[in-house]
């Protein structure tokens, strides 16, 4: 079963912080989808409008999750319009979502962070509801001699906590 979901609202409002009120934008997220019979990746869209002028970052909490077989992942990239008009990068190369993250205990939120590297000035402005990112569901192979036994014990960038 791979799909995409949203994160329960809850979860939601407290990655985005604050004490606005989100009711809207949660219900006007999303989920991504295809473009075209031969499109890889799934658009990712953005739940609000922002701008990225050069040099600067920011941290898109999508309002989404994703449920994978075991023996997939999520790879996220920027939409290659972007990255080539604006040089966005992914401030971690390419994101890995692992096929247990959605059991983890922030719901498996997928959170996006951007840098604009452009060398020409030109500030993304970036729509809510436009794409901005494309996910694309990619199969794994273990090793014969694979010994992996242990269970997620928290969120994002957990593996590694003993």
Known sequence: MNKFEKVSFEEYK???GGDADLTQEYNDIKLPKRSTTGSAGYDVFAPFSFDLAVGETIKIPT????LL???KFLGLYPRSGLGFKYRIQFDNTIPVVDSDYSQSDNEGHIMIKITNDGREGKTLHVNKGEAFAQGIIQPFVKTDDDEANGIRNGGFG???KK
Do not use: E, Q, V
Not at 63 to 66: E, M, T
């Open 14 to 16: 407290k990655a985005i």
């Open 63 to 66: 309002g989404l999750r994703i």
């Open 69 to 71: 077989d075991n023996d």
């Open 158 to 160: 957990s593996t590694n």
